[in-house]
């Protein structure tokens, strides 16, 4: 549990936070979104030194993970809004990777309020990436995929070509979903300089 009583306005959680929650680990991977937690738990299994935090919006989808027998020790979730958390609870240059996979179902005009990467979620990613280290994107919706781009270009991450590797198990549910129907995918790694 994060027990928000102990922080203090501006004050950030200890940079090794997670990875004291998940002992062995020794890498910090946030997921904003995980839905039914299929990377989430693949990536944990496959990288038993990496704590990977799931931060969930919807009450019972993180209360199912998280009851889940499934759930490797190293895959912890949050009942969170990552769009508040990141910027406030996070701490500077604590962050391995984040992962926003289709994050946002909000992507038509008049739900921009509702919008994942807003100019405050960009400067959090920016500010809690390590050197070197980057979030990771993907979303079958050009326009949303364009508005993260840019958003994150400006707040001064620097997009490097990334596409999965379909090998690999680690992938969400919505992105194995769509590459059976063939759907073309935008993706990208937006990397901090070092
Ligand atoms: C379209 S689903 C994608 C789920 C999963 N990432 C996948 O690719 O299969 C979007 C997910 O993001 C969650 N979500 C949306 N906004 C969020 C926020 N601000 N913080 C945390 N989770 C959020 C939703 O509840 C949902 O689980």
Redesign the pocket.
């Known amino acids: 549990m994060i027990t928000f009583e102990l922080l203090s306005p501006g004050k950030y959680l200890p940079a090794t936070y997670f990875q004291d929650v998940a002992t062995g680990t020794e890498r910090t991977e946030i997921?904003?979104?995980?839905?039914?937690g299929?990377?989430l738990f693949e990536s944990a299994a496959l990288a038993p030194k990496t704590v990977f935090v799931g931060?969930?919006?919807?009450r019972t989808?993180a209360e199912n993970l998280i009851a889940d027998p499934k759930r490797p020790p190293n895959a912890l979730v949050y009942n969170?809004?990552?769009?508040w958390l990141c910027p406030h609870l996070l701490a500077d240059e604590s962050v391995d990777a984040f992962h926003l996979?289709?994050?946002?179902?909000w992507w038509k005009k008049r739900h921009h309020k509702r919008r994942?990467v807003t100019e405050e979620f960009a400067a959090a990613l920016l500010r809690c990436l390590k050197p070197g280290a980057g979030a990771f994107v993907i979303t079958d919706v050009p326009p949303l995929y364009s508005a993260i781009e840019e958003q994150l270009i400006a707040t001064g991450l620097t997009r490097v070509d990334w596409t999965r590797n379909t090998d690999s198990p680690a992938q969400?549910?919505?992105?194995r979903k769509y590459r059976c129907q063939g759907r073309f995918l935008y993706s990208g790694r937006f990397e901090k300089s070092r």
């Open positions: 997921e904003i979104g995980p839905g039914d299929g990377f931060l969930e919006i919807r989808w969170q809004d990552g769009r996979y289709f994050p946002d179902p994942l969400s549910s919505y992105e």
